[in-house]
T-cell receptor, first 115, second 117 residues
């Protein structure tokens, strides 16, 4: 079945460091890919998305490129801030005849940014 | 606030008791999803409604779980004879859907945290 695998955390970085969180997926067909973020004490929020191969999703300085050849959707940010400390989830939505839109999530990666 | 709301936010119950959670989606959204999230894991899909019709249920949803969405508005998730393994955060999400759109963003509620003693 469809699945998402993320790099294990926690990831601890100093402010202004470069961030990469790896995400790979297994899916039939051509899924849409997402990064969701969960700040402490808050609900899940969509951070960025890409709906077809080679698309780049971006938001708030974060970027991820849909790589079909490597089945990856790695999250990057050039300079992290303390306020980026959160749990990040990679997810996919498999597009098929049913088109329910249900999301399949990775296990999450905790990011802690120190001043 | 016009986001997705869930009640209660926290529920503590004893093993064997029944519990019911409520989700109020964004008013114009026709799709509604329930997910379960255990500590240190990502959310797992439980069930999906399009309007009032329950169109998909995960194998995770045992016979003790039932969900409804009467009139295609709010939804309830009931767990009968709770077990300690049911302790988790139960998340509700809603979206627009249908037609040729590949994806419509799901908006998540804050969740209901269930603790079964």
């Amino acid at each position: 079945g469809d699945s998402v695998t993320q790099m294990e955390g926690p990831v601890t970085l100093s402010e202004e460091a470069f961030l990469t969180i790896n995400c790979t997926y297994t899916a039939t067909g051509y899924p849409s890919l997402f990064w969701y973020v969960q700040y402490p004490g808050e609900g899940l929020q969509l951070l960025l998305k890409a709906t077809k191969a080679d698309d780049k999703g971006s938001n708030k300085g974060f970027e991820a490129t849909y790589r079909k050849e490597t089945t990856s959707f790695h999250l990057e940010k050039g300079s992290v801030q303390v306020s980026d400390s959160a749990v990040y989830f990679c997810a996919l939505s498999a597009y098929g005849s049913s088109n329910t839109g249900k999301l399949i999530f990775g296990q999450g990666t905790t990011l802690q940014v120190k001043p | 606030d016009t986001g997705v709301s869930q009640n209660p936010r926290h529920k503590i119950t004893k093993r064997g008791q029944n519990v019911t959670f409520r989700c109020d989606p964004i008013s114009e959204h026709n799709r509604l999803y329930w997910y379960r999230q255990t500590l240190g894991q990502g959310p797992e899909f439980l069930t999906y409604f399009q309007n009032e019709a329950q169109l998909e249920k995960s194998r995770l949803l045992s016979d003790r779980f039932s969900a409804e969405r009467p009139k295609g508005s709010f939804s309830t998730l009931e767990i009968q004879r709770t077990e300690q393994g049911d302790s988790a955060m139960y998340l509700c999400a809603s979206s627009l859907g249908g037609g040729r759109t590949v994806y419509n963003e799901q908006f998540f509620g804050p969740g209901t945290r269930l603790t079964v003693l």
